[in-house]
């Protein structure tokens, strides 16, 4: 495949991705954050309201303990107490519906408007004075105005129109002071002389404005990738991120898989060049897979700043590990069921050359695929490692400092850095039965030392001593034999492996159960 480059703004982009004409929409999920962010402030506004009122009756009465109005519901509490539940509206709003995010940074800013509305009637409808100093100030109007340019990230020119209007109400409140007598000030230019510089903090307001859009916007440039633009992030690991894609042109949903120059630049110039040529073979092997349950791999390439990206597809469903933490161990068919697929993707692989060497829960991936339910997809075959490569020629993991494998399920030879084949990988998947089966480890230690060093000595306590639930005695033995110290003693093919597992005399998984099993645990 060709060499993908990351790219600017594109020529054809569609309308849904922009917010405006000729303006970038921010990312998806920084405008959710955002949305949570007003969420949360939203409920502090609730607390200082109610806060603010009852200090504000205990200042009163320390002030003028003989004044009864102090213990009084007051003209400014009713005020108070509509900012208050204007506030817990808008949090529930926001925290019990689905909403689109763009429409709640707007609804927010109607909230500051509002918000310093109620803040200009309190600050200037108290005792009724004869004079009222006009001298330049600051209410706390200002900083509403700055804070929310900080975390509603709306075009500058929103923000412009919400922050005169909120700085308005200063002069406004003391309009309507006057005309109730509560205070007296003069012409009206005094309001304007008195609050002018609450104007001035609407410019620094549309400033910030400004470069947090701009900020979001060059988020969600960086995260375009070739022909497929980022979303949501789905997950992390040792080697990077896993973001939700979407293809520009064909709206195609998929996995982008990001590997971070930092981690291949971890020794020297050198040895990260190594790293992008062993990725560039390693992807390519994978893309070359066919089996229907091995992922995917749609493109891969390199980005301008030196970032690693592998385009999969996009799976519905869980791996694994979620599945066993979540629902506990599983019945011998549906384990055998899963297996069984496993060792159809294992065997094209090793067929090719090709050792996965991370096979665990966390990498089989279960969940319905078209009209089949319980479908199998392996992960990761795109940091694999040729069997057939030259000494010293490993993978882009070991080559980026990382230890290929993971202790829980590391093969003996895999530990003793001996040449792997294939049956690292069935030392791995029979780790993977046992856990399925007992939803335990074959071993369990207090340092990966330790684990590593009982894979490599002790013998694996039977799984059906290890769980209430049945496991047959074929079965057993062929996990067992998954599980020999020596790659000799184990099965020499995922498909001879599958060979066993097919002829244990057990009803099998049916699609009906796995249909139904589906619809209870996870609906469409």
């Avoid at 040529?277 to 893309?287: G, H, I, L, P, V």
């Avoid at 050359?353 to 319905?368: F, Q």
């Avoid at 894979?455 to 694996?460: N, S």
């Avoid at 057993?476 to 998954?482: G, K, S, T």
Wanted: aromatic share 6%.
């Amino acid at each position: 495949m060709a060499e993908t480059k990351l790219i600017g703004r594109p020529r054809d982009t569609p309308s849904e991705l922009r917010s405006a004409p000729g303006r970038r929409r921010l990312p998806p999920d920084l405008l959710r954050q955002a949305s949570r962010r007003l969420e949360v402030i939203a409920l502090i506004a609730a607390v200082l309201w109610a806060l603010g009122t009852a200090l504000g009756h205990l200042a009163f009465h320390a002030t003028s303990p003989d004044d009864p109005r102090w213990a009084q519901v007051l003209p400014t509490d009713v005020i108070a107490l509509g900012g208050a539940v204007m506030s817990v509206a808008l949090f529930f709003y926001i925290r019990r519906g689905n909403h689109d995010p763009e429409f709640v940074i707007d609804l927010g800013l109607v909230f500051l408007v509002v918000s310093a509305a109620f803040i200009g009637i309190l600050m200037h409808w108290g005792d009724a004075v004869e004079h009222l100093d006009v001298s330049p100030e600051i209410t706390w109007i200002g900083p509403v105005i700055l804070m929310g340019a900080g975390i509603l990230p709306a075009p500058p020119w929103k923000t412009a129109v919400a922050g005169v209007l909120a700085a308005s109400m200063d002069p406004l409140g003391m309009v309507i002071g006057k005309e109730l007598g509560l205070i007296e000030y003069g012409p009206f230019s005094n309001t304007l002389v008195m609050h002018y510089p609450t104007y001035l903090i609407v410019g620094v307001a549309v400033v910030i404005s400004h470069v947090v859009l701009r900020l979001g916007q060059q988020v969600g440039k960086e995260r375009e990738l070739g022909s497929y633009r980022l979303g949501e992030l789905l997950g992390r690991g040792g080697m990077g991120e896993v973001y939700k894609a979407t293809h520009r042109m064909l709206a195609r949903p998929a996995a982008i898989k990001l590997i971070q120059p930092e981690v291949l630049a971890a020794h020297d110039r050198q040895s990260a060049g190594l790293a992008v040529a062993r990725f560039r073979r390693e992807a390519e092997a994978a893309a070359k897979l066919r089996s229907p349950h091995t992922v995917e791999l749609y493109d891969f390439g390199v980005t301008e700043d030196g970032t690693l990206y592998l385009v999969m597809e996009l799976l519905e469903g869980m791996e694994l590990e979620e599945l066993v933490r979540r629902e506990g161990p599983l019945p011998q068919k549906r384990v055998i069921h899963i297996l069984r697929q496993v060792c159809e993707s294992l065997e094209e692989a090793h067929a090719s050359g090709l050792v996965h060497r991370d096979i665990k829960p966390a990498n089989i991936h279960v969940g319905p695929v078209g009209l089949r339910h319980d479908f199998v997809k392996v992960l990761d075959f795109g940091l694999v490692k040729s069997v057939a490569g030259a000494a010293g020629d490993d993978s882009m993991a070991t080559a980026a400092g990382l230890t290929p494998g993971t202790p829980a399920y590391m093969a003996p030879e895999m530990a003793l850095g001996e040449t792997v084949d294939g049956r690292a990988d069935l030392y791995a998947l029979g780790c993977v039965a046992y856990f399925l089966l007992t939803g335990r480890l074959v071993f369990e230690a207090d340092s990966a030392f330790r684990l590593i060093a009982k894979h490599m000595q002790e013998a694996p306590v039977p799984p059906s001593r290890r769980t209430e639930l049945d496991v047959g005695p074929a079965l057993e033995r062929a996990i067992l034999a998954c599980l020999a110290k020596r790659p000799e003693d184990r099965p020499q093919s995922a498909a001879e492996l599958d060979r066993l597992l097919a002829g244990i005399e057990i009803e099998p998984w049916s699609e009906e159960e796995a249909t139904q099993w589906w619809r209870q645990h996870q609906p469409a």
